[in-house]
């Protein structure tokens, strides 16, 4: 009669255990869809800052630092969209 009782413990254990993990999963799918697509928009954004920075940018070194940031920043962003 115990290893009933412990098996069917046992056996509840295990489908609570599948179950919850399913919702993680579910969960942790949410978050990388929601990643992916900031990700996604700020490499829109950071392309479209390079495009205008480039045509009105001075001819200094600032300007020059301050554009590879942003190209920097737009890889990063670009690479994981």
């Known amino acids: 009669m115990r290893k009933v009782i412990l098996s069917v413990i046992g056996m509840a254990a295990l489908s609570s255990t599948l179950m919850a ?3 993680f999963t579910q969960d942790m799918q949410k978050a ?3 990643v992916k697509l900031e990700n996604k928009q700020l490499c829109k ?3 479209a800052k390079i495009v205008n ?3 009105n940018r ?3 070194n600032y300007a020059t ?3 590879k940031h942003y190209i920097t920043t737009a890889q990063k962003y670009c690479f994981n969209s």
Do not use: F, P, Q
Request: glycine residues 6%; charged residues 30%.
């Open 45 to 47: 954004i950071y392309k």
């Open 21 to 23: 993990s399913g919702v």
């Open 53 to 55: 920075y480039n045509t």
């Open 65 to 67: 630092t301050t554009l």
């Open 32 to 34: 990388e869809a929601k």
């Open 58 to 60: 001075r001819s200094d």
